[in-house]
């Protein structure tokens, strides 16, 4: 029986959804290895969040609190939770890839002497042997990882590796604390300090997107990009670019390096549909675009083609809306 074991990222005692995206691979990992999921957090004053694991399929949730541990440093907390790691003799180690899950996964597999595979997009087990994929070179090449024998993986999954599984409220269980002493070689730094930007877009629990790129050419026409978002009821996505040139701010960032989402439908306007992008939007239940290149990438991922300048298109729209 070979259990999975899943870090659980708990911040402002919220779990990280991509870290709820791990724990929903790590269930098919364990069932067709006949083990179990173990989610381990850590932090201070977060059990009661990390109770909420077993209702997103955690079979046993284990914690580590330290007053040293309540602002992240890689040195403390890898120290807190690699020795237990160690002991679990789980072959598997699943982390969110975010900024702090591959930080973390990184230092934690430093300190075992453990293989580490990051920002990986696919995993599975053959015959025995897990094995995981990341993609790269603007994911021109495909690249396949597997531990060498007797040795723990520890892994990093990208965002959009899976779907949040739903809560199942009637799961629940005891919450374990594992008992750890820090010592001050591992207290070298502490965070004084941590400023958060309030986030006011939701991105990934949008119905409808409305996202628009390089094409649109200045931050004024963005405001037929907004225009539109506003009649549908929808959020505002951009592509990198957009974000760079500062129309609008990061938080409304879709694709490799910002949010994956997921809408039922999704509005490209004036995005050629650079890789990086697609990979960011590509599962949208419908996907409309619109852009005067009739070769534009994104008409390949698109469910519905609009050839045309969006400044014509656009307007149209929002008077057919009302």
């Given at each position: ?33 006949g ?15 990390a ?5 997103y ?55 075992l ?30 690249t ?26 009637s ?9 750890v002493?820090l ?96 990979v ?28 045309g ?14």
């Amino acid at each position: 029986m070979s259990n999975v074991i899943v870090y659980a990222e708990i911040d402002d005692g919220l779990i990280n959804d991509i870290s709820l995206q791990a724990i929903a691979v790590a269930r098919g990992l364990a069932a067709d290895q006949g083990g179990q999921v173990v989610c381990l957090a850590a932090g201070s004053g977060i059990a009661e969040t990390a109770a909420g694991l077993f209702s997103y399929g955690a079979d046993a949730v284990h914690t580590v609190e330290d007053a040293a541990l309540e602002g992240y440093v890689a040195k403390s907390y890898a120290a807190a939770i690699s020795d237990w790691i160690a002991s679990q003799d789980a072959p598997l180690v699943l982390f969110p890839a975010s900024t702090l899950g591959g930080d973390l996964a990184a230092a934690v597999a430093t300190r075992l002497g453990a293989p580490c595979a990051l920002d990986c997009d696919s995993i599975e087990s053959e015959g025995g042997t897990t094995k995981v994929k990341r993609d790269e070179f603007d994911r021109k090449v495909m690249t396949c990882f597997e531990a060498a024998s007797g040795s723990p993986l520890i892994v990093s999954l990208r965002d959009g590796i899976a779907e949040v599984p739903v809560a199942d409220e009637s799961r629940s269980g005891a919450v374990e604390s594992i008992a750890v002493e820090l010592d001050d070689s591992v207290k070298a730094a502490k965070v004084l300090a941590r400023n958060v930007a309030k986030k006011t877009v939701n991105l990934k629990d949008a119905r409808i997107i409305v996202a628009g790129g390089a094409g649109i050419g200045t931050a004024e026409n963005f405001a037929l990009v907004k225009e539109l978002a506003d009649k549908l009821g929808a959020e505002i996505g951009a592509t990198r670019a957009v974000v760079d040139a500062g129309w609008v701010p990061a938080d409304h960032q879709i694709g490799q390096t910002g949010a994956t989402v997921r809408p039922e439908v999704y509005i490209g306007i004036g995005i050629s549909g650079a890789v990086q992008h697609r990979v960011g939007m590509c599962d949208a239940e419908k996907i409309i675009a619109i852009n005067t290149d009739a070769n534009a990438p994104i008409f390949h991922v698109a469910h519905y083609k609009i050839v045309g300048d969006f400044k014509d298109v656009v307007p149209k729209l929002i008077e057919m809306i009302g």
